[in-house]
């Protein structure tokens, strides 16, 4: 298949770390790989294909789509890389196939001596295996520390033989990082014992053994044994250094499945991770519509029921965890535990730790899911020729609205009011002629003097450029409607901008946040979509754009109100006597209290100039007071 063909826009790919999947027409996993930038990476697969590797061309024109899932780092994304490497056994992934690249601890538990080491190479029998980890110095450094609580074996059958005959140690056996039980410092049983207690550490039973050399610690250290009580204060810090360096995906050895949800007005977007054994085996996402009232709690329980309304028995793992709980946890636990048998079922939301962090991760391919959902919807051809075509036949426009315009203010509590015009052609935004306005004076007291001012001067100015022999390029054209942000209020101020204008033949329409309700001009009642609708999205799309593109620019300016000081408006006072000012006084608040005499202490200040700051600061202090 040509890869162009199923190529993804390149805006919908995030820029996140992330594991990525190229599959065929059969659904067939081909490849997976990481990345620490998704866009990126997956870019160089369709800039140029005929300059890739023989085998990375043959792959992209294999496969017949690619999806992606968002990680919060590279470990993790690599971590998830060869969850699915080895689930799906991707014939393109030669290099990863044997699993040499990914370092593991290894332990001989089949050994009379076991030994513990760190490789990459092929699977024995009778070695137990710990991994795979990120780094291979990351493992070595976690092992440095574990022998310092657990001194095992680590050489070489060579070097241990050698050190048998001779009856002397290695290094590590002198340094105290070996018990050395090739020349009898400790008894097979006791190295058993050592070895047994690396491997209870690394299967995750970290917690126990940290607690109880606390508790002995301090029971040494209440016996005055202050050597013991110093060398178990130094395993455990080992401990925990090996915790805080290889957080695999969860420490614990534990089954669960992990959901979370990111929804809109119309839609919400659930993705769940399947966490077996501490790392993640899978996942699964899908969009679902979020019918109106429905709340948070209602949609967990709709998409749990879905998820496990019809699966075996051991698919339902015995801890379900979720962002939102549903609205009747406890029937929702009874109903799990029936799917899962009768075996015991937890649902709850974690609240810290790794869990937590876990769920966050979820969360944001959740988020990614929506958006690229939204993404390839609005920018379908046939769907965008849908939503026009409901827009037209449902308000009734005289011609086909190719070309809308929306206008939304923003302020906060009436200060720097701002307004916004942002413009979509066929569909999509046209941000070349998005303007932005600022609304000051009468116009700036309340929402619908502000509408009505911003309609007024964008369209005189469409008016001017009518008449003028050279039509302006930002405002010389006509909307097929105008939308604005609001409800009837808003709509009649825009109604009576344009017919003062004379412009009665330019249709205008309000889309109310808080139900989504479409307004007209003289309309007692609101204009109803279908909430499944493609023009109502649409619609929404375009006032989202105008709201997002009228609060950058409000915040903008409320952030340059807020560096302005009143000694600005004084006449002759420039900025290094402004700061002479402020640097002898230390504030405005101060300075107003100063008195003529006072002022002349800053450097560059006379009698007149004095005299006009003190006068200038009186009269703001009263205008403000008034």
């Excluded at 455990?236 to 979370?260: P, R, W």
């Excluded at 769907?383 to 190719?402: F, I, Q, Y």
């Amino acid at each position: 298949m040509d890869p162009s063909e199923y190529r993804p826009a390149s805006g919908e790919i995030p820029t996140q770390a992330g594991v990525y999947r190229f599959r065929d027409e059969d659904r067939r996993v081909l490849y997976v790989g990481k990345a620490k930038n998704l866009r990126q990476r997956l870019n160089s697969y369709f800039a140029d294909p005929a300059g890739l590797h023989p085998r990375t061309f043959r792959m992209v024109h294999s496969a017949s789509s690619v999806e992606w899932t968002v990680v919060t780092t590279e470990v993790e994304a690599l971590q998830l890389e060869w969850t699915w490497i080895r689930e799906f056994s991707p014939r393109f992934n030669v290099m990863f196939r044997d699993d040499k690249s990914y370092p593991y601890l290894a332990i001989t538990t089949q050994d009379r001596v076991p030994r513990v080491y760190v490789t990459r190479g092929k699977r024995r029998k009778g070695v137990t295996y710990f991994g795979p980890f990120g780094q291979a110095w990351a493992i070595r450094e976690s092992l440095d520390q574990l022998l310092r609580v657990f001194p095992v074996r680590t050489c070489t059958s060579g070097v241990f033989k050698r050190a048998e005959r001779s009856g002397r140690p290695c290094l590590l056996g002198y340094i105290g990082k070996c018990s050395a039980p090739c020349v009898g410092r400790v008894s097979e049983d006791e190295h058993r014992d050592l070895i047994r207690g690396i491997t209870d550490f690394m299967s995750g039973s970290t917690g126990t053994m940290i607690s109880s050399r606390k508790k002995e610690m301090a029971a040494a250290a209440a016996d005055l044994d202050y050597e013991q009580a110093a060398r178990l204060r130094d395993q455990i810090q080992a401990l925990e250094t090996v915790l805080a360096k290889n957080a695999v995906v969860l420490s614990m050895n534990v089954d669960c499945d992990i959901f979370a949800l990111h929804l809109d007005e119309l839609e919400a977007a659930v993705q769940v991770f399947h966490v077996r054994g501490g790392r993640i085996r899978g996942e699964r996402g899908w969009i679902v519509e979020r019918l109106e009232g429905t709340t948070r709690g209602e949609l967990t329980s709709d998409y749990l029921r879905q998820a496990y309304g019809d699966v075996d028995p051991r698919a339902v793992p015995p801890e379900v965890l979720v962002d939102v709980g549903p609205d009747d946890p406890g029937s929702m636990e009874a109903w799990l535990r029936e799917r899962r048998g009768g075996s015991r079922v937890t649902l709850r939301v974690p609240e810290r730790g790794e869990k937590k962090a876990l769920l966050d991760t979820v969360r944001q391919n959740a988020e990614q899911s929506l958006v690229l959902h939204r993404t390839r919807r609005a920018s379908d051809l046939t769907t965008r020729s849908e939503a026009l075509r409901e827009v037209h036949e449902v308000l009734g426009l005289d011609e086909p609205p190719l070309r809308i315009e929306c206008i939304d203010n923003s302020h906060t509590q009436g200060q720097d009011v701002v307004g916004s015009l942002i413009v979509f052609e066929d569909g999509l935004p046209k941000k070349r002629d998005y303007r932005h306005f600022s609304v000051r004076g009468e116009a700036a007291r309340d929402d619908t003097s502000a509408m009505y001012d911003v309609v007024s001067r964008r369209f005189s100015r469409y008016l001017e450029s009518l008449a003028s022999d050279e039509p302006d390029e930002r405002f010389g054209y006509r909307p097929s409607l105008l939308l604005v942000d609001g409800g009837p209020p808003q709509v009649s101020a825009a109604r009576r901008a344009l017919d003062d204008l004379g412009l009665a033949g330019i249709a205008v329409a309000g889309l109310a946040k808080r139900l989504e309700e479409v307004w007209l001009p003289g309309d007692d009642y609101p204009t109803v979509f279908p909430r499944s609708s493609e023009g109502l999205y649409l619609l929404q799309r375009i006032r989202d754009e105008a709201h997002r593109f009228a609060i950058s620019y409000h915040r903008k300016k409320r952030a340059a109100t807020a560096k302005a000081s009143a000694l600005d408006a004084i006449p002759g006072l420039g900025p290094a006597r402004r700061k002479a000012l402020l640097k002898q006084f230390g504030s405005v608040a101060r300075i107003r209290k100063a008195s003529v005499e006072d002022l002349q202490q800053a450097e560059g200040v006379g009698a007149a100039l004095a005299a006009t700051i003190h006068e200038g600061l009186k009269e703001g202090a009263a205008q403000d007071d008034s």
